[in-house]
């Protein structure tokens, strides 16, 4: 019996999936906290990878491994290999102003031909900007650029910083497309180097950037197993859950996503939908927001209730919440682009300021948030049948209920699941098999009951500046 191996390296922790190369039965699982904070040092990532696997059982029995991950972090390395600062991640925005003079600069049009992105402060190219201009000599010693799946990749299959007689071998960096899509410097046409000199400021032709393997492709380790290209965690998730043309999937965790399942490149000048490439040859076009799950849990600290009791008093309260309407940009936002953003209740009364609505309130802005990005999709011509709510935040039962009351297509919950993972395990699989495995999918559960209640998302959409 094959045995593949999936991980997915996200901001939180580090998950290990292993699964039955042919039926896709889920043998063994592992898993590795990763330290909180915007900027983390890429060793505490290795760390938690030796620590997930081990608790999965190890990979002697494997026969090919994949890693997906968080997208757009930065990962700097200089010509030895060695890590020079911190990774700067997806969620952290002191390179707003970057983001800002590169749009200024190039053109939001121009980017977004490009590259089918126009830069926030959480992709890439934003922070090596924020390097040139802030760490100067720091951003001069980049030999090679990475993202956290592109570096875990490389350090797993042997290569690291220099050692006596040994190359830092920058060349083996590999990456695919979903991940490549997702650090502004990107296009249907490759790597764009005057993009990336622009951004630093400085020559980049000789700079180190991985290549880029497609979905079927793969590389070895040491110890002769398949290596698959990766995958951004998003990508990865889509390839886990089994979303299909038609599908968009809305996952609440501790950022949100809506990204559905496209044929056609997406290329949106106002910077609202990026782009992005996914894991099987197609596109992925995507929004994201700041604020998820962490709005419930503030929500159910400041209520003084777990969120079995939150969901309860979100479930109490009419919707649009007695008219309670919580706009929850409290670390800024980047759909739409605030990153100087902090939240606001509006419609306190003295009838509408009650437990009740506060709960239901935080459910309903994160929801009308989402959906937002949704139309902000549909807008760019992506066709959108249903949509397949994933992510911690999505089992609880009043989540659930108002997704059906707020999104105008069918609502399916698929069974919790390391889907990112599951989706590495199958890319692992088409690197072992050579042919994108038909597991069966979680995706077919029937959708939710419930109806679009129009009043909800107005109220919402009342209150955007």
């Known amino acids: ?197 622009h951004a630093l400021r400085r020559d980049a032709a000789q700079i180190v950037l991985p290549r880029v393997l497609q979905p079927h492709e793969h590389v070895s380790d040491p110890d002769g197993r398949r290596v698959a290209p990766g995958a951004g965690d998003n990508a990865g998730a889509a390839l886990g859950v089994g979303a299909r043309q038609g599908d968009a999937v ?61 969901s309860d008093l979100a479930l109490a309260a009419v919707p649009g919440a007695g008219g309670l309407v919580l ?18 209740l509006f419609g306190m009364t003295l009838a509408s300021t009650t437990r009740e609505n506060l709960a239901r309130a935080a459910i309903e802005g994160v929801l009308c948030g989402l959906a937002e990005g949704l139309d902000a999709i549909r807008r760019q011509g992506v066709e959108v049948d249903r949509v397949l709510l994933t992510g911690g935040a999505a089992q609880s039962t009043a989540v659930q209920r108002i997704a059906a009351e707020v999104f105008d297509v069918p609502v399916v919950v698929p069974e919790p699941q390391e889907y990112v993972a599951l989706g590495a395990c199958a890319q692992a699989a088409w690197a072992l098999t050579g042919s994108r495995p038909e597991w069966a999918a979680d995706a077919d559960a029937p959708a939710i009951a419930g109806g679009p209640i129009s009043g909800i998302r107005s109220q919402y959409a009342a209150r955007l500046p």
């Open 327 to 344: 706009q929850p940009w409290f670390e800024g936002e980047r759909t739409p682009n605030r990153p100087d953003a902090t939240a606001t």
């Open 1 to 197: 019996m094959a045995l593949v191996l999936g991980v997915d390296s996200s901001t939180q922790s580090c998950k290990v999936v292993v699964r039955d190369a042919v039926t896709g039965a889920v043998l063994r699982t592992g898993r590795a906290s990763h330290p909180d904070g915007t900027e983390v040092d890429p060793e505490a990532w290795w760390d938690a990878l030796q620590r997930a696997l081990a608790d999965a059982g190890g990979m002697d029995d494997i026969s090919a491994w994949s890693i997906a991950g968080q997208q757009h972090g930065l990962v700097a390395l200089d010509s030895g290999g060695e890590v020079i600062r911190a990774a700067l991640l997806w969620n952290d925005t002191r390179s707003a102003g970057a983001a800002a003079d590169l749009v200024a600069e190039l053109g939001s049009e121009h980017l977004a031909q490009r590259t089918g992105v126009v830069p926030v402060a959480s992709f890439t190219v934003t922070k090596l900007r924020w390097m040139a201009d802030h760490e100067p000599s720091a951003a001069a010693r980049i030999a090679a650029v990475a993202l956290p799946h592109d570096w875990l990749t490389w350090r797993l299959r042997g290569f690291g910083p220099v050692t006596e007689g040994q190359d830092a071998r920058l060349d083996e960096l590999i990456t695919d497309r979903s991940d490549a899509s997702g650090t502004g410097y990107w296009g249907a046409d490759g790597y764009d180097r005057e993009i990336l000199a």
């Open 250 to 310: 809305v996952s609440i965790g501790t950022s949100g996503t809506v990204f559905a399942v496209t044929d056609t490149p997406v290329r949106d000048a106002s910077g609202a939908v990026a782009g992005f490439a996914d894991a099987a040859g197609g596109w992925l076009p995507l929004i994201a927001t700041l604020n998820a799950a962490r709005v419930m849990d503030a929500t159910a600290a400041l209520l003084g209730v777990n969120h079995d009791e939150l």
